[in-house]
C-alpha cells in the first residue's frame, strides 16, 4: 500500500500542475457530475469541488482513499479497480483522469469502461507522460544505472498507446470522438533531498519500491550519483512534459 501523505507531498504536487486544463473540458459543458478516476490523494477531486461539481473520486489504493475522504467529506470516495467501475451507465458528465491511464492493466477496456460510465456528450480528460521527457523521476532511474545497481521495471502495456496518434486511435476504437492531444511542458521545482524522501517513501510499485529495499550501501552510492545529477536542475526545477487528451462520448444511441 501506499504512504499516502509522502505521495501527497511529492507526486501530488509534480501532478498538479495539469489539474487545471484537465478539468476544462468538463468546464465548458458545465458538467455536474464528474468521476475523478485515479483520484490519488484528492488534487483533481479538490479543484473540481471547488468548481461546484458533484465529484465522485475512485482509486485503487485505500490509503489513498482514506486521506482524500478526509479532507473532502463532500464528496463520494468509492475504491475500484480500473478498468472496473461500479457505476451505472451514463452516470456521469464528465469523467477525468490525471496520470491513471498508464498505470492500467488493459488500457482499452479501461476507456470503454469511461465511456460506459458517460452520458452522451458527456466529455473525457487523461493525462500521461511522455516518455523519455520526465527528468523529475528518470533522474532516479540514472542514479540507479551511475550506481550500478539492477533495476529492470517491468514493462507497461500502456507503452504500446503512448504517442498522440496511436492513442487518438484508440479512444476512436473505444467509441470517442472529437479527441484533441495538447502536450503541456512546466518545470517541477522543489528541493532535491526533499524529493528523494518523498519519492523513496511513498513506496510505489516500480521506483520507490526499489530504491526503498536497496541495501544501505547501494542506497547511499544511488542517493550520491542523485544528488549529483539533480544539481543541474536546482534554480529553474526539473523539466518535465506530458500529453493531455480531451474526448467526448458523443453518440446519442448508447
Known amino acids: 500500500m501506499t504512504n499516502a501523505e509522502a505521495y501527497d507531498r511529492g507526486f501530488a504536487c509534480l501532478t498538479a500542475h495539469t489539474v487545471a486544463p484537465l478539468l476544462a473540458p468538463a468546464c465548458e459543458i458545465r458538467a455536474r457530475r464528474l468521476l475523478d478516476a485515479g483520484c490519488g490523494t484528492g488534487v483533481v477531486t479538490a479543484a473540481a469541488l471547488a468548481l461546484g461539481a458533484e465529484v465522485t473520486a475512485v482509486d485503487a489504493d485505500p490509503a489513498m482513499l482514506e486521506l482524500t475522504a478526509r479532507r473532502h467529506p463532500y464528496a463520494t470516495i468509492r475504491q475500484a479497480t480500473l478498468p472496473e467501475l461500479p457505476f451505472e451507465d451514463g452516470r456521469f458528465d464528465a469523467v477525468a483522469g490525471n496520470f491513471v491511464i ?12 469511461f465511456r460506459r460510465v458517460l452520458r452522451p456528450g458527456g466529455s473525457l480528460a487523461l493525462t500521461w ?122 453518440d446519442l444511441t448508447g
Open 129 to 250: 507522460w511522455k516518455p523519455g521527457d520526465l527528468t523529475a523521476t528518470d533522474v532516479f532511474a540514472e542514479a540507479i544505472a551511475a550506481a550500478g545497481v539492477p533495476y529492470d521495471p517491468a514493462p507497461r502495456p500502456f507503452a504500446a498507446h503512448d504517442t498522440p496518434a496511436r492513442f487518438t486511435v484508440l479512444l476512436a476504437e473505444a467509441g470517442f470522438t472529437d479527441v484533441v492531444v495538447d502536450t503541456v511542458r512546466w518545470r517541477h521545482q522543489v528541493d532535491p533531498a526533499a524529493w528523494w524522501t518523498d519519492v523513496v517513501e511513498t513506496g510505489g510499485p516500480r521506483l520507490g519500491r526499489a530504491l526503498a529495499t536497496l541495501p544501505p550501501e547501494a542506497a547511499d552510492r544511488v542517493r550520491a550519483h542523485y544528488v549529483r545529477l539533480a544539481a543541474p536542475y536546482v534554480p529553474e526545477g526539473f523539466p518535465v512534459c506530458a500529453y493531455l487528451a480531451y474526448a467526448t462520448r458523443a
Open 102 to 113: 498508464n498505470h492500467v492493466p488493459d488500457t482499452i477496456r479501461t476507456l470503454r469502461a
